[in-house]
């Protein structure tokens, strides 16, 4: 299915692939190349077991910058490290606005999240973590109870 163009930049199809109005190349599909070491968005993706869109919104919050190339995102070993010590930031249960704030406050250029960590804030999460199991128990409690009396007929 061959189609034009118009005058005024429309996007066209040509051989079924829709095209983009100024680039002439399919939309959604990268034009860059990674480099050596580098990997695709769908390789890191993979690597690390995260979800494309976890690594576009980590993107967007400004944790992480892979190399941009056309609508390519490539992760060379820079935004690889920053990749890795986000994720040990989420499964210590920070939140992306401190995993953010201790990124930030990085003038080492650490390559762990932990040793970037203050003691004063190692201890504010084991206390939030802490009041967070204390609420789970008792939510699990109450499941439990609640499982009982209907098995037994209440």
Same mark, same amino acid.
Request: charged share 35%; proline share 1%; net charge negative.
């Given at each position: 299915m061959d189609a034009s163009s118009d005058e005024a930049g429309e996007s066209r199809v040509i051989g079924g692939a829709k095209k983009g109005k100024l680039s002439g190349r399919p939309m959604g599909r990268p034009s860059g190349k990674a480099t050596d070491g580098e990997l695709t968005i769908t390789q890191t993706r993979l690597k690390y077991n995260v979800s494309l869109r976890t690594l576009r919104f980590y993107e967007?919050?400004?944790? @992480?910058?892979?190399? $941009? %190339? *056309?609508?390519? $995102?490539?992760?060379? %070993?820079?935004? $690889?490290? $920053? +990749?890795?010590? &986000? +994720? &040990? *930031?989420? /499964?210590?249960?920070?939140? &992306?606005?401190? /995993?953010?704030? /201790?990124?930030?406050? %990085?003038?080492?250029?650490?390559? %762990?999240?932990?040793?970037? +960590?203050?003691?004063?804030? @190692?201890?504010?999460? /084991?206390?939030? +973590?802490?009041?967070?199991?204390?609420?789970?128990?008792?939510? @699990?409690a109450r499941l439990r109870r609640l499982l009982r009396q209907r098995s037994e007929g209440r």
């Open positions: 967007d919050e400004g944790l @992480i910058s892979p190399r $941009r %190339d *056309g609508g390519g $995102r490539f992760f060379g %070993d820079e935004a $690889r490290r $920053r +990749l890795e010590m &986000v +994720l &040990v *930031g989420r /499964i210590l249960r920070f939140s &992306v606005s401190e /995993i953010k704030e /201790i990124l930030g406050a %990085d003038t080492s250029n650490s390559a %762990d999240f932990e040793h970037l +960590l203050q003691d004063q804030k @190692i201890l504010e999460q /084991i206390e939030h +973590l802490e009041e967070r199991r204390e609420e789970i128990n008792i939510s @699990i």
